[in-house]
């Protein structure tokens, strides 16, 4: 039992996985002129934070949603210019995310409204930290696996990525960094129940609903 | 005497003035497609935040920072689905804010390390809600005035601003919500005093300061 809650701020990364990179393609061409030297990050206010079993109401006039799921570092302590050797000692715990975007066709505008509905991040309790190299995290849509993803694949691995963080940003205690999603995850429509699992990480289940207009 | 505290996250708003729609030119070419139908926002989470009187040490290797002067409005509530009407009852008070961005040629990644560095965020102390539609905001570095801008050319005024934003996301007490950046603002050197200040809200002073490495 793991006494640290999420109480803060949730930052994510993308590109943090070889199979994304290789799926996006080449970066070399305008406007990006070259793959990224550093995390390309992502922030989950407040509002987007739901928990295990919840049901998730889609913006209005949206009508699906990207899934992606992922694992977050829950921070034990403020931490500012981690180094990669000790950045694990500042975690607490690690919690199952399901990181949801409506699907978007654009990168060339802050995805603020995509990323950060309310409700856009399912997040488990808090686990304990455990050896996340070889761990494979398993979404299932309606009782299909739709998605494995393996953290083998990971650029930059947690603590590496926590340095690299840290070293211009000074994370809270309670503030989550989420190891990476997969570009272009599987999408699930309104009223489909969505379960991400991993071995000794137990499950993470949420439903999505259609949103209504205010 | 204001009670009510800035204690959550600050989101942020770009191209929300007519003098920077037309400093950035046409948005008609690819990879925009188009002027901004809704607002174009931006994250400043908790630890870009400092009080008046702050020194604010760069990030490692930058020596210079863009700072653009703009007014907060601080949530007195939790505020979801607000409309232009009633919007600004949710408001508890407004705070002077200088945003520092680090300059970036690039607006094709998100900019978090640019705009999110620890202290990025200088803030005033809370004052009451007034009439901010022909506010005038005065940027002083050094003693030298390098900015007014006035609120009259605002694109959303804040009430539609805060109606249109929180339609889809839902602000928590203490969240503040700017309303709105100069495109290019004026930029600062390491060692800059900087003085924001409009008529009845008092000033916000702070100073640059060199970053060194970890």
Same mark, same amino acid.
């Given at each position: &039992?793991?006494?640290?809650?999420?109480?803060?701020?949730?930052?994510?990364v993308? $590109?943090?996985d070889h199979?994304?990179?290789?799926?996006?393609?080449s970066?070399?061409?305008?406007?990006y002129?070259g793959a990224?030297?550093?995390p390309?990050?992502?922030?989950?206010?407040?509002?987007t934070?739901?928990?295990?079993?919840?049901?998730?109401e889609?913006?209005?006039?949206?009508d #699906?949603v @990207?899934?992606?799921a992922?694992?977050?570092?829950? &921070?034990?302590r403020?931490a500012?210019r981690l180094?990669?050797?000790?950045?694990?000692?500042?975690?607490?715990g690690i919690?199952l995310?399901?990181?949801?975007?409506?699907?978007?066709?654009?990168?060339y505008?802050p995805?603020i409204?995509?990323?950060c509905f309310?409700g #856009?991040?399912?997040?488990s309790s808090v686990k304990?930290?455990s050896d996340?190299a070889? $761990?494979v995290?398993?979404t299932e849509?309606d009782?299909q696996?739709?998605?494995?993803? #393996?953290l083998?694949?990971l650029?930059?691995?947690p603590?590496?990525?926590l340095?690299d963080v840290? @070293?211009?940003?000074? $994370?809270?205690?309670?503030d989550?960094?989420l190891?990476?999603?997969?570009y &272009?995850a599987p999408?699930?429509?309104?009223?489909?129940?969505?379960?991400?699992s991993?071995?000794?990480?137990g #499950?993470?289940n949420?439903t999505?609903?259609?949103g209504?207009a205010?």
């Amino acid at each position: &039992m793991i006494k640290q809650k999420v109480s803060g701020t949730v930052y994510g990364v993308i $590109l943090n996985d070889h199979a994304s990179l290789q799926k996006i393609g080449s970066l070399d061409e305008a406007p990006y002129k070259g793959a990224p030297k550093a995390p390309v990050l992502y922030i989950k206010p407040a509002n987007t934070r739901v928990a295990c079993g919840s049901v998730v109401e889609l913006p209005a006039g949206a009508d #699906s949603v @990207e899934v992606a799921a992922t694992i977050g570092l829950v &921070m034990g302590r403020a931490a500012g210019r981690l180094s990669s050797g000790n950045a694990l000692d500042a975690v607490a715990g690690i919690v199952l995310a399901g990181d949801l975007s409506l699907p978007h066709a654009s990168y060339y505008r802050p995805a603020i409204r995509e990323k950060c509905f309310d409700g #856009s991040l399912p997040l488990s309790s808090v686990k304990p930290l455990s050896d996340l190299a070889g $761990l494979v995290l398993t979404t299932e849509i309606d009782g299909q696996v739709v998605e494995q993803r #393996s953290l083998a694949d990971l650029v930059r691995a947690p603590a590496k990525l926590l340095a690299d963080v840290s @070293e211009w940003m000074t $994370l809270s205690q309670g503030d989550v960094l989420l190891i990476g999603v997969r570009y &272009m995850a599987p999408q699930a429509k309104a009223g489909s129940t969505i379960r991400i699992s991993a071995e000794g990480l137990g #499950s993470l289940n949420f439903t999505i609903a259609e949103g209504v207009a205010a």
